[in-house]
C-alpha cells in the first residue's frame, strides 16, 4: 500500500519570498505522483506530476518539484510567491498502473503582504 | 463540455434522512471516484468505478452505496445520514483506470448532517 506525509499543515510566507512545501510518500514499488492546488470553495485542479524521466518537473504557475527516489521525497517549490498562490495543496501518490490515488492531509499556503 | 458536474452544491440533513448526491461527466471517461474531505485528512476515497456496471470500495464505504449503470453518471447515496458524514464531498474521474492519465475533480458538494 501507499502513503502519503505532508510535513507542514501551514506555511505562511511573504509575498516575493520562495516557499517549499514538503511531501514524503511511502511505497514498495513504483508511483507517480502529483501534486494539486485547491482555491477556497473550489475542488482540486494538477499544479504537476511525475510520471517518469527527469526527477525535475515543471508545472502551472510556476511551481515545480523534484522526485527524488532514495529519499523518498517530491518538494513543491515555487521561487516567488504571489498573494493569489494562497491556497491549500496536496501531495498525492498512485502506483504505476493502478488507479487509487492516495491523498496527504494537505498544506495550507498563506502569502502575505 | 461541462467536465464534471456535481449536484447540489450544498445540502443540510437530519440524522437518519437518506439522499444521494450527483456526479455527471461528459468526458467519457471509465474510471469515477467519489472522496470526501475533511479538516486535516486530506480527502479519502469512499468509492470507486472502473466502468459502468463495475464498483468497489475505497478507504471509507460505510455508510455510503453506488452503482454505475452508466458511463456519464455516478451517483452516491447515504441511506441513513449520520453527523459523521458532515464532510465535503468531490467526485472524480479519470480517461482510463491504470494510466499516467490526470484525475478531474468536480466542485464538491457541501453536506452538513444535523
Known amino acids: 500500500a501507499q502513503s502519503v506525509t505532508q510535513l507542514d499543515s501551514q506555511v505562511p510566507v511573504f509575498e516575493e519570498a520562495p516557499v517549499e512545501l514538503r511531501c514524503n510518500y511511502s511505497s514498495s514499488v513504483s508511483v507517480y505522483l502529483f501534486w494539486y492546488v485547491q482555491y477556497p470553495n473550489q475542488g482540486l485542479q494538477l499544479l504537476l506530476k511525475?510520471?517518469?524521466?527527469?526527477?525535475l518537473v515543471k508545472g502551472i504557475n510556476g511551481f515545480e518539484a523534484e522526485f527524488n527516489k532514495s529519499q523518498t521525497s517530491f518538494h513543491l517549490r515555487k521561487p516567488s510567491v504571489h498573494i493569489s498562490d494562497t491556497a491549500e495543496y496536496f501531495c498525492?501518490?498512485?502506483?504505476?498502473?493502478?488507479?487509487?490515488?492516495?491523498f496527504g492531509a494537505g498544506t495550507r499556503l498563506f502569502v502575505k503582504a | 463540455n461541462a467536465g464534471v458536474t456535481q449536484t447540489p452544491k450544498f445540502q443540510v440533513l437530519k440524522t437518519g434522512q437518506s439522499m444521494t448526491l450527483q456526479c455527471a461527466q461528459d468526458m467519457n471517461h471509465e474510471y469515477m471516484s467519489w472522496y470526501r474531505q475533511d479538516p486535516g485528512m486530506g480527502l479519502r476515497l469512499i468509492h470507486y468505478s472502473v466502468g459502468a456496471g463495475i464498483t468497489d470500495q475505497g478507504e471509507v464505504p460505510n455508510g455510503y452505496n453506488v452503482s454505475r449503470s452508466t458511463t456519464e453518471d455516478f451517483p452516491l447515496r447515504l441511506l441513513s445520514a449520520a453527523p459523521s458524514q458532515t464532510s465535503v464531498y468531490f467526485c472524480?474521474?479519470?480517461?482510463?483506470?491504470?494510466?499516467?492519465?490526470?484525475?478531474?475533480f468536480g466542485p464538491g458538494t457541501r453536506l452538513t448532517v444535523l
Open positions: 511525475y510520471l517518469s524521466g527527469s526527477t
Open positions: 472524480a474521474t479519470m480517461g482510463q483506470p491504470a494510466s499516467t492519465d490526470t484525475q478531474y
Open positions: 498525492a501518490v498512485r502506483r504505476t498502473g493502478g488507479f487509487k490515488t492516495i
